[in-house]
T-cell receptor, first 115, second 110 residues
Framework: GAVVSQHPSRVICKSGTSVKIECRSLDFQATTMFWYRQFPKQSLMLMATSNEGSKATYEQGVEKDKFLINHASLTLSTLTVTSAHPEDSSFYIC???????????FGPGTRLTVL | QKEVEQNSGPLSVPEGAIASLNCTYSDRGSQSFFWYRQYSGKSPELIMSIYSNGDKEDGRFTAQLNKASQYVSLLIRDSQPSDSATYLCAVRKGNNRLAFGKGNQVVVIP
């Protein structure tokens, strides 16, 4: 149980384009989803918290207009990186939390490379 | 002061030995603590959660929590080459967010 998927697993795009990453909880309803970013040899940095049906809460320093988050259902959240630039190249990981527990289950991650 | 600190450099242990990892946290009010394992190029996977002072054992893993001293540790007994990974300590913050340490790399030498 507690499986979280992400799609795509890897994406390469040109500078200036937008990229959408999907995060799905496959066998449970996720009241809250989280989006993280991880640069090489660094730890996970929380970008935003996403609650179903409401606006995402962004961490300090994360541009909400650049990283658009939509949590339209209890099993799906999307992160759109708008007008991507090479400095946005990173490993993006989502996690999902089920209501009564505070355990977060992580998706497999999406490696974004912006040329 | 960082929310979660893991200061040790890479840890090399012989196969079969015990690997010991430490983590300190800054918020004395924290209640939930987690250890995640992350293989290179992969996302983290939960190994242990601990909420009460003392030890919690799960197979070859033991988590230890001391809230008075604000530290959490992880022991890996009978270390195997498959245990070679980066281990991340995480502490739950408000609104169920997690703060992660930078991780400790463990290398198990056959």
């Amino acid at each position: 149980g507690a499986v979280v998927s992400q799609h795509p697993s890897r994406v390469i795009c040109k500078s200036g384009t937008s990229v959408k990453i999907e995060c799905r909880s496959l066998d449970f309803q996720a009241t809250t989803m989280f989006w993280y970013r991880q640069f090489p040899k660094q730890s996970l940095m929380l970008m935003a918290t996403s609650n179903e049906g409401s606006k995402a809460t962004y961490e300090q320093g994360v541009e909400k207009d650049k990283f658009l988050i939509n949590h339209a259902s209890l099993t799906l959240s999307t992160l759109t990186v708008t007008s991507a630039h090479p400095e946005d190249s990173s490993f993006y990981i989502c996690s999902a939390r089920s209501g009564p527990t505070d355990t977060q289950y992580f998706g497999p991650g999406t490696r974004l490379t912006v040329l | 002061q960082k929310e979660v600190e893991q200061n040790s450099g890479p840890l090399s242990v012989p196969e079969g030995a015990i690997a010991s990892l430490n983590c300190t946290y800054s918020d004395r009010g924290s209640q939930s603590f987690f250890w995640y394992r992350q293989y290179s190029g992969k996302s983290p996977e939960l190994i242990m959660s601990i909420y009460s002072n003392g030890d919690k054992e799960d197979g070859r893993f033991t988590a230890q929590l001391n809230k008075a001293s604000q530290y959490v540790s992880l022991l890996i007994r009978d270390s195997q080459p498959s245990d070679s990974a980066t281990y991340l300590c995480a502490v739950r913050k408000g609104n169920n967010r997690l703060a992660f340490g930078k991780g400790n790399q463990v290398v198990v030498i056959p």
